[in-house]
């Protein structure tokens, strides 16, 4: 068989699953989500799995991640989620109103209800489709457009369920959203999670999203998340992913942004097979500010890859992006960034930073900054470095009688630590300063009892 | 003789093609100050990153003994645990190691090295602000990386400031006097001063006579393509300051 058609039969192989499972696909989902699933799968038929032709895909193959044959979670696995195993997210003094997903189904928190604010909703996807179709009508699909990617159409396509956040005008969470993502079965398994945040205007919410591997199958997630900041509104959005080897990650992340928002978008990447991160955020009203960062520390054969568009839709906003990575073994990673400014959005600050530093020569990091401005009266900036470790700081460290390995980590610490101390959560601060230390000291850094399968 | 810190036989070293170091001899007693002199290149930097362990510097003949123990078989960081300090001509930044941090893993490392508990917290403190205050250092240290930011005179107080800290055996200053004014060179000088005992012993790396108005040393070497061509007492390096380098080139031959 050549490749070509190999390829093609890739596509096929989903296109008729989704034939398949059509009829389960459909029942009991709300006419707001079966609706836009016809629409996906037409565009997913057209796109196909995107091979490394596609330019949003070119650092990140993903046709090897989608040739095995993985059983589907279609439908609410019942008496799958032992709480007083998995409920042990061990980071001290973390104070948050918290609920799982499960293979990409929500879960309640075992321990009751939560104390939210009236007219707060934290529930499932599938449970707001059936309550207030309305209101999930108003925000689903409005953002991540299913013609542009063919993840995005395949998720949409698949999607059953996920969490759904609604913060109503002017209301102001004080504790932190916990979600936690939780991947465990016996076989190799495709998960689609689909997510919807909804931040009314003047409101102000902090999200917390941890992703886990359970068991060591292998796993495909090929998860989704809208997220409506409205106006005057203040959104934190933190993902900490710290997944097994053999994990397949693709997370599609579509914010907009109303006037005068603001928002924090965070990511920290501790391990995890292959990870695509998709962030697309609109500015679309003036004023809005957004600021970025992330950062990865990946080994062995791991692959990661951010990749960011953000649309300065109109004038005076704001965005800053900083992304680190320190690459070890034979480990590959990607950024593309691209700041598009819209046409008349004047006064537009934007900027974007990537630093790399590979531990090896055999890490390799692309890097791809991509600036569209079409306005005449902005500021806009990027910078792209990949490195070793400065040697001469090393031997100043070391000619102070701190050993080599003790100076390394000091200086991956100091390297990290710009995007650590971005987190505005203290406990989550301290947490993952404290993961990021055991990381690159070559400890696992455990924050949960899961697998990492470190040998492949 | 067991109060010898520091001795240096037929040095030589290369700087990837360059035979920078070409045979030096120098033996260092405690209690004792030696000058370094000579022209721009002649290899004074070059001695002073090979007795702390520069990588970069390939060892081609000649042995060091320290403490009389072979100075050239260690790392840097033993070098250091074992009592050799050079403070940097060019400190160099390190962004995001806190400054405070990064002292008390050096004092902590030394102390480990010579079978002495960590200091905590409390002692730590206490130690920072004597020493800060002996070196008359006024920059502020908490929530400050290594060296960013510092003005060129704050980095040379801060060398001295972990000097002190450290408190080495033998301190080999590398032109700590470059791009100081007078204010700063004194306090420089004074915190050496202030270090100076009859069981330490220090080498000042330096282009200019007027260091060594606050430092007197007790020996002068100039150092001319990777040789020691003349040691004295301290007024050779009044004699350089008046007539400059050119006669002890042309002794030299060139």
Not at chain 1, 19 to 47: H, M, P, Y
Not at chain 1, 300 to 318: E, F, G, Y
Not at chain 2, 87 to 105: D, H, L, R, S
Not at chain 2, 167 to 189: F, Q, R, W
Request: charged share 25%.
């Amino acid at each position: 068989m050549s490749v070509l058609v190999e390829k093609a039969n890739l596509s096929l192989k989903y296109i008729a699953h989704y034939n398949e499972v059509k009829e389960l696909l459909f029942e009991g989902s709300s006419d707001v989500i079966n609706a836009a699933r016809k629409k996906a799968f037409q565009d997913f038929v057209l796109q196909g799995i995107p091979s490394r032709k596609n330019e949003n895909y070119k650092y990140t193959n993903l046709h090897p991640r989608f040739l095995p044959d993985y059983k589907f979670v279609h439908q609410r696995e019942n008496n799958v989620v032992d709480t007083d195993t998995v409920f042990r997210c061990d980071v001290p003094q973390l104070d948050t109103d918290r609920q799982l997903i499960f293979n990409g189904w929500f879960h309640k928190n075992d321990n009751g209800p939560l104390a939210l604010p009236k007219g707060v909703i934290l529930c499932s996807l599938e449970e707001i489709a059936r309550k207030n179709p309305v209101l999930l009508q108003r925000y689903y699909t409005q953002i991540a457009k299913t013609d542009a990617d063919p993840m995005v159409a395949l998720n949409t396509a698949f999607a059953k369920d996920g969490y759904f956040v609604y913060i109503p005008k002017n209301i102001i969470l004080k504790k932190p959203i916990q979600i936690i993502n939780f991947l465990q079965a016996n076989n190799s398994t495709f998960v689609t999670q689909r997510n919807l945040i909804v931040i009314e205007a003047g409101a102000g919410a902090q999200l917390i999203m941890c992703d886990h591997t359970l068991n060591q199958n292998q796993y495909l997630n090929n998860s989704l998340t809208e997220i409506y900041v409205g106006e005057n509104a203040n959104f934190d959005y933190y993902t900490l992913q710290n997944q097994h080897n053999k994990t397949t990650g693709i997370n599609s992340v579509f914010i907009q942004q109303e006037r005068d928002s603001a928002l924090t978008a965070h990511t920290t990447t501790l391990h995890g097979g292959l990870i695509r991160n998709n962030l697309n955020i609109v500015m679309n009203g003036e004023n809005a500010e957004a600021n970025i960062f992330g950062m990865a520390f990946i080994d062995k054969k791991q692959h990661i890859d951010n990749s960011t568009l953000i649309v300065h839709a109109k004038p005076h906003c704001r965005s800053n992006q900083v992304y680190k990575y320190v690459l070890g073994d034979e480990s590959t990673g990607a950024f593309s960034g691209q700041i598009h400014v819209a046409r008349d959005a004047q006064k537009t600050n934007a900027f974007q930073r990537n630093n790399n530093l590979l531990l090896t020569d055999q890490a390799t990091m692309q890097t791809k900054p991509q600036l569209i401005i079409n306005a005449d009266d902005v500021k806009c900036s990027h910078g792209a470095t990949v490195g070793q470790i400065d040697e001469e700081a090393l031997f100043y460290l070391r000619s102070r009688g701190i050993d080599e390995d003790k100076a390394r980590l000091m200086m991956m610490n100091a390297f990290a630590h710009e995007v650590v101390q971005e987190i505005k959560v203290e406990a989550l601060r301290n947490r993952i300063d404290g993961l990021v230390e055991k990381r690159l000291n070559g400890e696992v850094a455990r924050c949960h009892e899961c697998n990492y399968n470190c040998e492949s | 003789m067991s109060d010898v810190v520091l001795k240096i036989t037929d040095l030589h070293a290369h700087y990837g093609q360059i035979h920078a170091l070409k045979g030096i001899n120098l033996e260092i007693k405690a209690g004792e100050v030696h000058a370094i002199m000579g022209p721009n290149g002649s290899g004074k930097s070059t001695l002073a990153n090979v007795l702390a362990g520069k990588e970069e510097y390939k060892i081609t003949a000649g042995e060091v003994t320290f403490r009389g123990e072979n100075l050239l078989d260690k790392s840097p960081e033993n070098r250091a645990k074992d009592g050799l300090f050079l403070g940097f001509q060019y400190p160099v930044e390190i962004p995001g190691v806190p400054m405070a941090n990064f002292i008390k893993t050096a004092v902590n490392e030394h102390r480990k090295h010579r079978g002495e508990k960590e200091l905590t917290a409390g002692e730590f403190l206490k130690l920072m602000r004597e020493k800060m205050e002996l070196v008359e250092m006024k920059t502020k240290l908490t929530n400050r990386s290594v060296n960013e930011g510092f003005s060129g005179g704050e980095k040379k107080k801060n060398e001295i400031f972990q000097m002190a800290m450290l408190e080495p055996k033998l301190a080999i200053l590398d032109e700590t006097d470059s791009g100081l004014d007078i204010d700063a060179l004194k306090t420089v000088a004074n915190g050496v001063n202030a270090l100076k005992s009859p069981e330490t012993a220090s080498i000042v790396i330096t282009h200019y006579q007027r260091l060594l108005d606050y430092i007197v040393p007790d020996f002068v070497h100039v150092l001319y393509r990777g040789r020691i061509v003349k040691s004295a007492g301290k007024e050779l390096a009044l004699e350089l300051e008046e007539r400059g380098y050119d006669w002890i080139k042309k002794e030299n031959g060139n």
